[in-house]
Structure formats: C-alpha cells, structure tokens
C-alpha cells in the first residue's frame, strides 16, 4: 500500500537505532532536532518506543496527550503533538501501547486518516526507535528513507550494531546504514569504531556503511540531561554541539533527489508492511 502524495510536501524521513540501549540514541534524536530548527526546518520527532517513552523526559514535558488517545480516536493528532525547546514538534508515546506492527484495521485507518490530515509543514520526521532488535524497530527502519545507527566505544554495543545491521540486511535486503559514533574522546577513536563496524559488515554481509560522523565524550552532555535540557541549546559552544551540528549539516546537503514521499507515504510504507512474514 502506497499513500497518494500528489501535491504534497516531500519530507525526509530518518530512523535513528542503535540495537542497544544506554548509547545516547534518544539524546542524539533530540538534539538532531533542535540542530534541524537552527537550520530552519520544520521537524516532526515521532517518538517510536511506543512502549516506554522518553524524549518527553529528556525535554523536561508533560504532554497531557499521546499516541494513544490518536490510535483510541479520543484525541486529533494536532491536539496531541507538543512544541519542544526551539519549536520542534514531538508525537509523543505512551507506556503500555501495543507496537504499530498489531494494530487492528481500525487504529491503522485511524492513523492514516490522522497523518492526511495534518497540515503543518514538516521538513524531516526524525523516528525514535526503540533499543534494541525487534520488530517495532525493524519497522520503523524499512519504512524510512534513511536509517542511521548509533553505536559507541562500548563491545556489547558495537556487536548490537551490527547484529541490527544484520537483520535489516538478511530479512528485509536494506543496504544503506550510516553509522554516528557516540562518547568517543577522539576523532580517531571514532573512526577505529567505525572501521570495525565497516570491516565486519563488508566481510560478513558484503555490504559498506557510511561513515556519518562523531560525538565527543563532553561533560556538558550530562550536565543537560540532568537538568532535564538538550545540551545544544543549553551549551551551544561544547565541543559535543559543534559535533551535533556537522552531523546535522551532513544529513542536511543530502542531494535532495533521494527526498521522495510525504508523511502519508511514510506511514503507509510502515502500515503496508503488517501482513508480511516479520522475523528478527
């Protein structure tokens, strides 16, 4: 199933994984956004953990709504939608919704409806998936233009990388991954990282990943996530946030033939995929 989108606004489309929790992806995602605004585009950050929401935490928001009230047909999806730090747009998730993937035919329509009638402008839908190697994130990922996974110094989280990259590769034949390596005290820990990564998935997948950048181990990154801040708005001159920004930049001067559909195509690609054979 493919949604209509004659007429309206191309929107880029990224997933942002990790195959592991505790690599920073959330933190990654809110800042992106926010570095996104500066740029002056209008941003849409879909919270994905349906399960455990955290970019609302993370910021500091209590929204009143969530991706629940949409899918119960309580709640308009612009009634649910909050403004961030910088006018981001954030759909927020919820603890206990069931994934995206077992909706019934009511709440898929449901979505569809919801997303054909939003009417803001959005530039890039920025999905926040959640940790890990399922289904959910499988989803998400395939279902997006472009997929970026963020991994770290760590072993476990470097072989949760590519263990994701596997899976999206074998099971759903997705070729194109750009890696960001998160607290590295170098740029050349940063690219042994990814030199590894690379190496593995060439010999053993016959596939090459691209190189998306790096963030600095920074001290200010704690420091804003116990109080509750993105660290590129509350510490715009560290090292991390020039590191945010050129990763920003680089996702940004994509050529822009690669920008195809619309958030109605977005969702429907998703949706389309709920009777296929799904196994991770």
Avoid: W
């Avoid at 953990?49 to 629940?68: E, K, T």
């Avoid at 704690?222 to 945010?244: C, G, H, R, T």
């Amino acid at each position: 199933m493919r949604i209509n989108s004659a007429g309206r606004k191309p929107v880029q489309t990224i997933a942002v994984a990790s195959g592991k929790g505790g690599v920073g992806k959330t933190n990654v995602v809110a800042n992106l956004a926010i570095a996104f605004r500066k740029m002056g585009k209008e941003v849409l950050v879909l919270d994905a953990d349906l399960g455990l929401s955290n970019i609302d935490v993370l910021l500091d928001l209590a929204p009143r709504y969530n991706i629940r009230h949409v899918l119960n047909g309580e709640r308009q999806m612009k009634d649910v939608i909050v403004k961030g730090p910088h006018g981001i747009k954030i759909l927020p998730a919820s603890s206990g919704v069931q994934e995206i993937t077992s909706l019934d035919e009511f709440q898929r329509l449901r979505l569809l409806e919801q997303f054909d009638s939003y009417e803001d402008d959005i530039d890039i839908l920025l999905i926040d998936t959640a940790a890990g190697i399922s289904t959910n994130v499988a989803f998400f990922c395939i279902a997006s233009q472009e997929i970026v996974i963020v991994t770290s110094p760590e072993p476990t989280a470097m072989t949760d990388a590519y263990a994701l990259i596997k899976v999206l590769f074998t099971s759903y034949q997705e070729k194109k991954f750009k890696v960001l390596v998160n607290s590295v005290r170098s740029s050349d820990e940063a690219v042994r990282i990814f030199r590894k990564l690379s190496l593995a998935a060439e010999r053993f997948l016959n596939i090459s990943l691209d190189y998306l950048g790096y963030i600095s181990l920074d001290n200010s990154i704690q420091k804003a996530v116990m109080a509750q801040k993105a660290f590129i708005e509350m510490y715009p001159d560290s090292v991390a946030s020039k590191n945010l920004m050129d990763i920003a930049l680089q996702l940004n001067n994509e050529k822009k033939d690669n920008i195809k559909g619309t958030l109605q195509f977005f969702l429907g690609n998703l949706l389309s995929r709920k009777g296929e054979d799904i196994h991770v």
